[in-house]
């Protein structure tokens, strides 16, 4: 626990806590600005839950921003050490270097937690704000589908474990933060262009984008994908921390 708060206070003279709230109400903000100005084109009809077609604009939303977020807290998380030279600093601490890199995971998975908490509260929030300041649109009149929510949550937490794990290991082997980010965000362009190619869930890159428009009864389809998921993340996982352990030296 010492290592993890040692690690989370870097952070604190960063950009990444402004950018886990700002990023988090970003789409919230959206949907709700939106939906308030052309109320009459989100009106639903008799007997129509409202909180389907939004959920599905919210779920989307975390599709496209969450990993692009995942994505700039690896890049400034690792960053630091780049920037301050502070990896060999580290290394002579009396602490193994597997407890660095798992370290470091941690804050990053505890960021990317934060974020998709947040980014959901707020998106139920300003859909229940919406059915209080416009009764029309109707929202107060259905229940949140929390389990269509914590499903979507679980599949897609998973669906980007392989890009976290292999932008990890690509941002500590490379010191340029703009390189790293960059691969990263080229290999999103190319799951996003691509999704609908049949070979395309072999790219890591591409798995957050094959949960658009989510809907529970596709979950048997995305099977074959979760275990290619998971294969990778195994992969990445050894293949990384083996390097980092063995090879590695700032």
Same mark, same amino acid.
């Given at each position: 626990m010492k290592?993890?708060? &040692? *690690?989370? /206070?870097?952070l604190k003279n960063t950009f990444a806590l402004w950018l886990t709230l700002l990023g988090a109400l970003f789409v919230p903000l959206i949907l709700f &600005? &939106?939906?308030?100005?052309? @109320? $009459?084109?989100? @009106?639903? +009809?008799?007997g129509i839950n409202p909180w389907d077609d939004f959920l599905v604009r919210t779920l989307n939303g975390c599709c496209f921003f969450s990993i692009g977020?995942?994505?700039l807290i690896i890049g400034l998380t690792i960053h630091i050490e780049h920037k301050a030279s502070g990896w060999k600093h580290l290394f002579?601490?009396? /602490?193994?270097? +597997?407890?660095?890199?798992?370290?470091? =995971? #941690?804050? !990053?998975?505890?960021?990317? /937690?934060?974020?998709?908490?947040?980014?959901?509260?707020?998106?139920v929030l300003s859909g229940a704000v919406l059915g209080y300041a416009v009764p029309d649109l109707g929202f107060s009149k259905f229940p949140v589908a929390g389990m269509h929510i914590f499903r979507f949550v679980t599949e897609f937490f998973i669906s980007i474990l392989p890009t976290?794990? #292999?932008q990890y290991w690509l941002s500590f082997r490379l010191k340029n933060l703009i390189t790293s980010l960059g691969i990263g965000l080229g290999?999103?362009?190319? +799951?996003?262009?691509? $999704?609908?190619?049949?070979?395309? !869930?072999?790219?890591?890159? %591409?798995?957050?984008?094959? #949960?658009?428009?989510? $809907?529970? *009864?596709?979950?048997?389809?995305?099977?074959?994908?979760? =275990? /290619?998921n %998971?294969?990778? &993340?195994?992969?990445?996982?050894? =293949?990384?921390?083996?390097?980092?352990?063995k090879r590695f030296r700032g």
């Amino acid at each position: 626990m010492k290592l993890f708060y &040692t *690690e989370f /206070i870097k952070l604190k003279n960063t950009f990444a806590l402004w950018l886990t709230l700002l990023g988090a109400l970003f789409v919230p903000l959206i949907l709700f &600005t &939106t939906y308030l100005s052309d @109320v $009459k084109s989100f @009106v639903p +009809g008799h007997g129509i839950n409202p909180w389907d077609d939004f959920l599905v604009r919210t779920l989307n939303g975390c599709c496209f921003f969450s990993i692009g977020f995942a994505l700039l807290i690896i890049g400034l998380t690792i960053h630091i050490e780049h920037k301050a030279s502070g990896w060999k600093h580290l290394f002579t601490l009396p /602490i193994s270097r +597997g407890r660095i890199y798992f370290g470091k =995971l #941690l804050v !990053i998975f505890a960021m990317v /937690i934060c974020f998709f908490t947040l980014y959901l509260a707020l998106s139920v929030l300003s859909g229940a704000v919406l059915g209080y300041a416009v009764p029309d649109l109707g929202f107060s009149k259905f229940p949140v589908a929390g389990m269509h929510i914590f499903r979507f949550v679980t599949e897609f937490f998973i669906s980007i474990l392989p890009t976290v794990f #292999l932008q990890y290991w690509l941002s500590f082997r490379l010191k340029n933060l703009i390189t790293s980010l960059g691969i990263g965000l080229g290999g999103l362009m190319i +799951g996003l262009l691509l $999704k609908s190619w049949k070979f395309i !869930i072999y790219l890591p890159y %591409a798995a957050p984008f094959q #949960l658009l428009n989510y $809907k529970e *009864e596709d979950a048997s389809s995305h099977q074959r994908l979760f =275990l /290619i998921n %998971a294969v990778y &993340t195994v992969l990445f996982v050894m =293949l990384s921390y083996k390097d980092f352990v063995k090879r590695f030296r700032g």
